[in-house]
């Protein structure tokens, strides 16, 4: 009679699995664990992808985000875990490469980069996160060894453990320029930014700027908080506080803040529904400075964006437009971005041009109140675009400031006798606010500037006058400027 076949039962000795072994035996000698390796953190991946898509791609990481969380499926704490490591290491590469390059024989510029961004993410987590070292080290070494094999996972588990060696303040201590020395040298080191950067911000904060530049670049660092804006006529700050979880904004009638890792703001009803929109209350509050502003004369009834994209203050402004019996012209250059106006500002009284604002076809001396937003650095907002400090160069200055002038002249042509117009930019840098305004005004003698702290009711510590300068450290906003000026003939 034959022997049975294949996996058939035997006649002597225990059943045995497909290798041979016993069952039940346990694992072969020489193994500590399974044969498969170690399953990737999906977090972590998603981090290290949006640092991927911003080198790669130049991509904005709050417009990259979104799509990075989707297509790795990760929601509530997963999805802010990632977001807070792929922000938090972007915002501090500065500092993460110093420390970096300090722990490896080769200078940065010979490290491939995807294993620099691994590394970044690795120190990133070791030295501004609560995680634990060995869980930092251990999955960005498991990131690079599925990506580019165990060599280059042996190179950053041993550059990630050199890190390792010491806290944040410790490698501050030994890396960063002397304070004494160089107080603002040791300041943007500190707080992760470019110097030319940090000499901005203490020369805009004025004299003895430099004791305060501390505070100004910490808060600059921090996560921060998510400002809404409760839309005119559609929900007022209370209910979108009641419906959201968050708090009123202290300064804002329209503002409501929500904590950090509140989760996709999109998913949010109000927001959802169109009845609520993220928006700084620095960039609510200069809106709201123009339509307090005293003009004279009789008024049209016509109001002005000169540079509107994406839509943020022209839906402020349609809506206060729309309730005080008024109308709002909003321009912009850009056909993606006007497109992203016109949804803004859906069923308000508002008319989108898409035009240069420097040359746009609308009457001069035709308007009671021109809001010009004018494009800038955005080093006021770098807190809310992390990548954009390392981005941003010192000879971007020159040519943005020339913008400004000339669409300062146009919103000044184009605002009638008695009217006001707010020059607003998201910057603090003095080429960009008071050299504009300086080069402007001189041209334009029957200009009067408006004390701008008049409009801003009940904030503390808002300087001289009359011009405004926000500041996250002192008002918890983006660094917005702001002045107002009206045209007396």
């Not at 001189?442 to 009359?466: C, I, N």
Request: net charge neutral; aromatic share 4%; proline share 8%.
């Amino acid at each position: 009679m034959n022997a049975p076949r294949g996996d058939g039962p035997r006649r002597h000795g225990p059943r045995r699995d497909r290798e041979g072994r016993p069952r039940n035996a346990g694992p072969p000698r020489g193994r500590s664990g399974p044969a498969r390796p170690p399953a990737l953190d999906p977090a972590r991946a998603a981090a290290l992808d949006l640092l991927t898509a911003v080198r790669v791609r130049d991509a904005y990481a709050n417009l990259a985000m979104p799509s990075i969380l989707r297509r790795h499926r990760l929601h509530d704490r997963d999805a802010a875990l990632a977001t807070e490591l792929g922000y938090g290491t972007l915002r501090a590469r500065g500092l993460l490469d110093a420390v970096i390059e300090e722990c490896t024989d080769r200078p940065l510029a010979k490290v491939e980069h995807p294993l620099l961004d691994a590394l970044r993410l690795g120190a990133y987590q070791l030295l501004r996160t609560r995680v634990p070292a060995h869980a930092a080290v251990d999955t960005t070494v498991e990131l690079v060894r599925a990506d580019a094999g165990s060599r280059s996972a042996g190179f950053v588990n041993a550059i990630l453990r050199r890190v390792g060696e010491h806290d944040e303040q410790a490698w501050v201590a030994k890396l960063a320029p002397d304070a004494a020395e160089d107080p603002v040298g040791h300041a943007a080191f500190a707080h992760a930014h470019p110097r030319w950067i940090a000499q901005a911000f203490a020369d805009a904060l004025g004299p003895g700027g430099a004791d305060e530049l501390d505070a100004a670049l910490a808060a600059d660092d921090a996560r921060p908080v998510v400002h809404l804006l409760a839309r005119p006529g559609e929900i007022t700050a209370t209910e979108l506080a009641l419906v959201t979880g968050g708090v009123e904004a202290p300064y804002s009638p329209y503002g409501v803040h929500l904590e950090p890792g509140s989760g996709d703001i999109g998913d949010l009803d109000a927001v959802a529904e169109g009845l609520a929109v993220v928006q700084d209350e620095g960039s609510q509050l200069v809106a709201l400075a123009l339509t307090r502003a005293a003009t004279t004369g009789p008024d049209t009834g016509r109001w002005l964006d000169l540079c509107a994209g994406p839509g943020g203050k022209a839906a402020l402004l349609g809506g206060l437009a729309g309730l005080d019996g008024a109308a709002l012209d909003a321009v912009e250059t850009s056909e993606h971005r006007a497109d992203l106006v016109r949804r803004a500002v859906d069923g308000l009284p508002v008319t989108v041009h898409q035009a240069d604002g420097r040359e746009a076809p609308l009457p001069d001396a035709g308007f009671d109140r021109v809001l010009l937003d004018a494009p800038c650095t955005g080093l006021g907002a770098l807190r809310r675009r992390p990548e954009a400090r390392w981005r941003r160069q010192p000879g971007d200055v020159s040519g943005l400031a020339k913008l400004q002038r000339e669409l300062l002249t146009a919103a000044l042509r184009h605002v009638r006798s008695g009217g006001v117009v707010a020059y607003v930019t998201c910057s603090p840098h003095l080429a960009e606010t008071a050299g504009v305004l300086a080069g402007v005004l001189r041209k334009h003698p029957g200009v009067e500037r408006l004390d701008a702290r008049e409009y801003l009711p009940g904030m503390p510590d808002l300087g001289p006058g009359p011009a405004v300068q926000l500041w996250p450290h002192r008002h918890g906003t983006d660094a917005m400027f702001l002045s107002l000026l009206r045209r007396n003939s």
